[in-house]
């Protein structure tokens, strides 16, 4: 039997209040893991954490320098270095053509999206160096693969953007034991995109070769072998979890 056990990891999940996040930190979190849960939304961040075995809130803006350095800091004191880092947290933002985003949402989905995982990153990478072990999983999307189906410019930018920083900071890291991967979720079903997609989820389901939505459980399973030592060969890749939409 195959298993994945994480009971001596510890791991930081971000965006740990929404859908696929609570996922991913619930998953971990029967893998054995402690995880902190961060989010813009603390209330959310405090439910999901106090649902999981060894799990604790922390409130964060990753729109914020500031309050991504004061999280990493919290995250000392309470369990150190993480030795995972799940980096989830996103805005979804939809418009068609470029006209529909003006500069303040342009700054803002890329701030929180591109930056936000950047600034993340730099504080975190070189003490996780130090312990030598790491696994970090950032979040791209379908989108920045053939273009926002829905989604802004501004959005599949940011996913875009962040597939070059994982692979840049995969060759970085990887002499010092740390995979760092994304994973590309195509329609997934949590309450942004299914209040986005309520009046015509069918045609969804009749054009993506699966014939379903994906769950926020598919992804986090990707997310768990990305984490485990079952991926320790697999480093600078963005896996697709769409369906079959789209197939690289
Ligand atoms: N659901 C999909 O179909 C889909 C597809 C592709 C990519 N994604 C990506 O997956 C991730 C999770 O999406 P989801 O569908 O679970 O959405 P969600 O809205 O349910 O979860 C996103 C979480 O990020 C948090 N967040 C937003 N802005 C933040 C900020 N400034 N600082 C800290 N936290 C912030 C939100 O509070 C929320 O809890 C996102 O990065 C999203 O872009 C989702």
Known sequence: MVTIDLSDKTAL?????GGIGKACAETLSRAGAAVAVADIDI?????????LANGKAFGCDMGNPASIRELCSSLS???????????CAGLISYRKGLQAVDLEQWDTVLDVNLRGAFLL??????????KGWGKIVHFSSLAARVGGIEAGVHYATSKAGLIGLVRTMAKEAAPHGINVNAVAPGIIATKPVLAQIEDHKSDYEQSIPMRRVGLPQDVADTV?????????????ITVDINGGMYMG
């Open 77 to 87: 004191s309470w369990f150190g270095t993480p030795d995972i880092l799940v980096h």
């Open 13 to 17: 999940v971000t965006g740990g209040a």
């Open 43 to 51: 209330g959310g961040a405090q439910k999901t954490a106090a649902s």
């Open 121 to 130: 990153c730099r504080e975190l990478l070189e003490p996780m160096k130090k």
């Open 224 to 236: 768990l072998f990305l984490c485990s030592p079952l991926s320790d060969y697999i480093t600078g």
